[in-house]
């Protein structure tokens, strides 16, 4: 059972256990009449075949609540990565298409953007959901999409109807929404969460004072939730990172195009398991490292952009605050975690943390140094004016993939 807290300018939707499955969909089918929406599966040719993808299939298969499922597809050079997707997503039937990033009129959709101007040459989950919105964008019945990751273990379609239900609701005026949940098994897994994110916005807010954007950020139970929901209109919008820094990228964006008072953040309803990555202490190229390396050149990025100049000797003090809010952390997760009889590996947290640390001034140096790089997609406001019809090239290729391969 959960608190009712409201904490913060955003509104958080608790999860009771108070509304069963069938109540949920019930709501969510009449709400999508008048509200149609699109769901995205960003997946890799690795993910989609492992039993998580399956399992989302299987829970997927019969909704009545979306009006288009894509899947897309991306890391899969193979035509038969292709047609093993098909396969995989036929139990969607009619609602679902795969949008293959990788194949020859994918390549080419992606040559006449660059050829047109835009720097589009980084693969990845970013550029791979910024192609699905765009897809989405050429209906315009579609009012909102949602979008989850494909490697959630235990995956339980009232996750989803949980994410679509506050931006469909006749009764609510929500442009976003964002999902938490526990990522707990055993242990309490959300690491770049725990360890980095909740300290670094806390010693952030110390040294920089309660900027709004902060404020903002550290009001999100999970900032990195790799699930959100968002009206056609901010999409449109709405810059994207095509790295690591997707998720704290978009809630930068979201910030920026629209009002708090018009997001929210909703429990799932369930714990939360997923595929984890190493950390790769050892190399800032790689795992988490890269993962959070990407994360705090967003976070000083944006910071930057709002007019907070920053120094060395900051990143240096940053970096000390960081350290101090971090270990205060992990002594609340451990007092937490023995409660709750976890385990709880103290070390390597510690270790962890550590690590994070350095990255606070390797990457402030690096942004110090060099403070405008950034790996992000046009808007698709952009791309439209350069091109007006390319969310319908899209299409085109989505179904000229389907006739020729399948
Ligand atoms: O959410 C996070 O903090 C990162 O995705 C890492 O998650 P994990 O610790 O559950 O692997």
Redesign the pocket.
């Known amino acids: 059972m959960s608190d009712f807290i409201q904490h913060g300018p955003i509104s958080t939707l608790h999860d009771f256990g108070t509304v069963d499955s069938q109540q949920l969909e019930q709501a969510l089918v009449d709400a999508t009449s008048e509200y149609p929406m699109g769901l995205i599966l960003p997946v890799t040719a690795g993910d989609m075949r492992a039993p998580a993808f399956a399992r989302i299939m299987d829970e997927l298969e019969g909704t009545k609540f979306l009006k288009t499922i894509v899947v897309v597809l991306n890391r899969a050079p193979e035509i038969s990565d292709y047609q093993e997707c098909r396969q995989l997503t036929a139990k969607l039937g009619n609602v679902c298409r795969v949008l293959w990033t990788d194949g020859p009129r994918g390549q080419a959709a992606l040559q006449q953007l660059t050829d047109a101007g835009f720097n589009v040459s980084v693969p990845g989950k970013g550029r791979a959901v910024w192609a699905a919105f765009g897809y989405l964008l050429a209906d315009p019945d579609i009012k909102a999409m949602a979008l989850h990751d494909c490697d959630i273990v235990n995956y339980h379609r009232d996750m989803l109807m949980r994410l679509c239900l506050p931006m469909a609701h006749r009764a609510f005026d929500f442009d976003f929404c964002k999902a938490y949940y526990a990522?707990v098994t055993d242990k309490?897994?959300?690491?770049?969460?725990?360890?980095?994110?909740t300290p670094l916005l806390r010693s952030l807010i110390q040294v920089i004072g309660n900027d709004d954007f902060l404020v903002f950020l550290n009001s999100f139970r999970?900032p990195?939730?790799?699930e959100f929901a968002i009206t056609s209109t901010l999409v449109r919008a709405n810059r994207i990172p095509s790295d690591w820094g997707l998720e704290v990228g978009t809630l930068a964006e979201v910030f920026r195009n629209t009002s708090p008072k018009r997001i929210c953040q909703i429990d799932l309803g369930h714990p939360?398991?997923?595929?984890?990555?190493p950390i790769s202490l050892e190399d800032a190229q790689r795992g988490?490292m890269k993962?959070t390396a990407d994360i705090l050149h967003s976070i000083f990025r944006t910071l930057s952009s709002r007019g907070i100049v920053f120094s060395m000797g900051m990143f240096n003090t940053l970096e000390s605050a960081y350290l101090r809010a971090a270990q205060d952390a992990i002594r609340q997760y451990h007092a937490d975690a023995v409660i709750n009889g976890l385990s709880f590996d103290r070390h390597s947290e510690e270790q962890s943390v550590e690590g994070f640390a350095r990255l606070i001034t390797q990457c402030g140096q690096e942004f110090f140094e060099n403070p405008i790089i950034a790996h992000e997609m046009p808007t698709w406001t952009r791309v439209r004016s350069a091109i007006p019809d390319f969310p319908h090239t899209l299409r085109r290729l989505v179904e000229g993939d389907a006739a020729e391969y399948s």
């Open positions: 990522r309490m897994h959300g690491r770049v969460v725990r360890l980095l994110m999970y990195l939730s790799g939360y398991e997923h595929k984890h990555q988490l993962m």
